[in-house]
């Protein structure tokens, strides 16, 4: 890898990181301040979840037949067009959360493919230094941009703030994206290959697991956190100092991580993870209030570095494994995306489907139990990985 491709990759992860909090957070607080209906909520993301997989094998596909620059190019003009909506368009492109939620998931989805092709193809021994990198630009980003863009939200009344700056982001990274090279791919995609068990990865079933089981417990922390927070602390510009506070709490944990160097024994950062998650998540739980999500906040601020560092790092590793002489890297894309998807989809249409009531949370707070123990579950399922419990 260049150092210039270098310098493109960790700028145009810390960019996107931006642009997508105006795509995920800032579109679920849209609609929850248009419609104060959590049931919009949950149906925005069931169709963003549902119709996710089948983007990201499109966005796959695209990268073996055009190649990574032509699809980052074709995705960054389709993830502007799609903010360019929600700009010109207002509350009408709201007005069914399913279909906004499917067409949302469509533009994600296919931009997705391709990066992480390529996050797949940096070699092992640099992927530490990089993605240590990219995680404190995303949290500096974190500490400016969630406070700036809700305080301004708030006083001009209007959303209009969070999604120009996305559109600006992907403008940005279109331009970059021209006057970058990007790394070959071999211009097949094998999907029946990767379906294959255990095909030429020993440990693909693990890698399946592993996949389903984080979906589920991610699934409430992309959909639903964010506006329950909003929902106790009252306004954007509250949300927007409490985010300060949890991103500079983040930033001290990714200093320390890196410092550790503990993303070689994955599991070790995983059970730490885990651990933290399953006593936040049992507060939560406990005291449904705002000091519960305090506690929860912090817990997933916790995890996110710990476990997601190990989830990340081991999943990557498990894909190495395969010794198909095919590049599968785009087809592994699809495939943990798809396990993913079904388990990021199961909690919310279990909520959906029992009518979630925040002022009646049992149904949420059983998700939130459940939730809570999948971390261990992973490690279980992990713990039967000859590589990873036999690495030096």
Not at 57 to 67: K, P
Not at 267 to 282: M, R
Request: glycine share 6%; aromatic share 16%.
């Amino acid at each position: 890898m260049s150092n210039k491709f270098k310098t493109y990759w960790i700028s145009h992860q810390i960019l996107d990181y931006l642009a997508s909090i105006s795509t995920t957070i800032f579109i679920n607080f849209y609609i929850w301040e248009n419609t104060k209906n959590i049931s919009s909520i949950l149906k925005f993301n069931l169709g963003l979840f549902l119709i996710y997989p089948l983007a990201v094998l499109v966005g796959s596909v695209l990268t073996e037949l055009l190649g990574l620059k032509f699809t980052q190019i074709i995705t960054k003009i389709s993830q502007a067009i799609f903010v360019s909506l929600l700009l010109f368009l207002g509350t009408s492109i709201i007005q069914d959360p399913l279909i906004f939620g499917f067409l949302a998931g469509l533009v994600l989805g296919t931009a997705f493919a391709p990066v992480d092709v390529i996050a797949a193809k940096i070699l092992p021994d640099l992927r530490l230094d990089i993605n240590s990198k990219i995680k404190t630009g995303t949290i500096i980003a974190g500490i400016i941009f969630p406070p700036l863009l809700s305080f301004l939200v708030d006083i001009k009344g209007s959303f209009t703030a969070p999604f120009t700056t996305a559109l600006i982001v992907y403008v940005l990274l279109l331009i970059f994206s021209i006057f970058t090279s990007f790394p070959p791919v071999d211009g097949k995609f094998n999907l029946v290959e990767i379906f294959k068990f255990p095909g030429g990865n020993p440990e693909k079933g693990i890698l399946l697991k592993s996949a389903f089981l984080s979906g589920l417990k991610d699934s409430i922390h992309y959909s639903l956190i964010g506006v329950l927070t909003l929902n106790f602390i009252g306004s954007l510009t509250s949300w927007g100092w409490f985010k300060l506070t949890l991103s500079f709490f983040s930033l001290v944990l990714v200093l320390l991580y890196k410092k550790l160097k503990i993303s070689k024994q994955s599991i070790i950062s995983l059970g730490f993870g885990a651990v933290v998650f399953l006593v936040g998540s049992a507060y939560f739980a406990y005291d449904f209030s705002l000091i519960g999500i305090y506690v929860y906040a912090t817990a997933t601020a916790i995890y996110e570095v710990f476990y997601g560092f190990g989830i990340t790092g081991t999943m990557t590793r498990l894909t190495d494994l395969d010794v198909s002489p095919k590049d599968l890297t785009a087809e592994y894309t699809f495939f943990t995306a798809l396990f993913t998807s079904i388990g990021l989809v199961l909690p919310i249409a279990f909520l959906d489907y029992f009518k979630l009531d925040l002022q009646d949370p049992m149904m949420f707070l059983i998700v939130v139990i459940f939730i809570a123990i999948v971390p261990f579950t992973i490690l279980k399922v992990m713990s039967k990985s000859f590589y990873l419990t036999h690495q030096s």
